[in-house]
Nanobody, 123 residues
């Protein structure tokens, strides 16, 4: 089993910054992709930023130039630096990981989600 534990989030004024982190733990053999999604009230969950399986980054158009995804491979951790936050960035932010994990004596590829953290941008 793999666990994703995220931290960060909270209330910030428009124009402010926040940093999210997400650490993956468990019997991980390799992480194919890992990144961030968000879901605002009444809307579908959407991609924010991610490291893809081809080791590139992918950002939603709405956050390009404001958000930066980074990672610490040794700690299986990804970060999301969010700058110039806008009220429309308000949402629950989820970490997602596509991993190959050890199940007994074989590898199993699975996708995991974190519990989510609230980000509220308001004056």
């Amino acid at each position: 089993q793999v666990q994703l534990v995220e931290s960060g989030g909270g209330l910030v004024q428009p124009g402010g910054s926040l940093r999210l982190s997400c650490a993956a733990s468990g019997t991980i053999i390799t992480i194919y992709a890992m990144g961030w999604y968000r879901q605002a009230p009444g809307k579908q969950r959407e991609l924010v930023a991610t490291f893809t399986s081809s080791d590139t980054t992918n950002y939603a158009d709405s956050v390009k130039g404001r958000f930066t995804i980074s990672r610490d491979n040794a700690k299986n951790t990804v970060f999301l630096q969010m700058n110039s936050l806008k009220p429309e960035d308000t949402a629950v932010y989820y970490c997602n990981a596509d991993v190959l994990e050890l199940k007994s004596t074989y590898g199993s590829r699975n996708t995991y989600w974190s519990q989510g953290t609230q980000v509220t941008v308001s004056s």
